[in-house]
């Protein structure tokens, strides 16, 4: 596989290397490309986790366990209010 790097993605590649922190410039690929996944990972757990939640907000509402908007966001300026009165 050849991959074209910019002049920039070079220089900065060359500098990791230069600096001792990577051995070669295949090391710092290879760290990139395990981040990715890394952050891919993530990213889908996070993904599945807020389905999940959602899911279960919907089997909620389905059942007609619901809380009124103005409720909620009344009790959440209130707190919001307690907590800007602790800091002052």
Known sequence: MEIALTPEVEQYIQ???SSGQYASAREVFL???KL???IEQTYQGRYQALRDEVNIGIEAADRGEVVDAENVFGQLQERLNQKRNQLQ
């Open 15 to 17: 500098a990791k290397v």
């Open 31 to 33: 760290t990139g490309i």
């Open 36 to 38: 990715l996944q890394d």
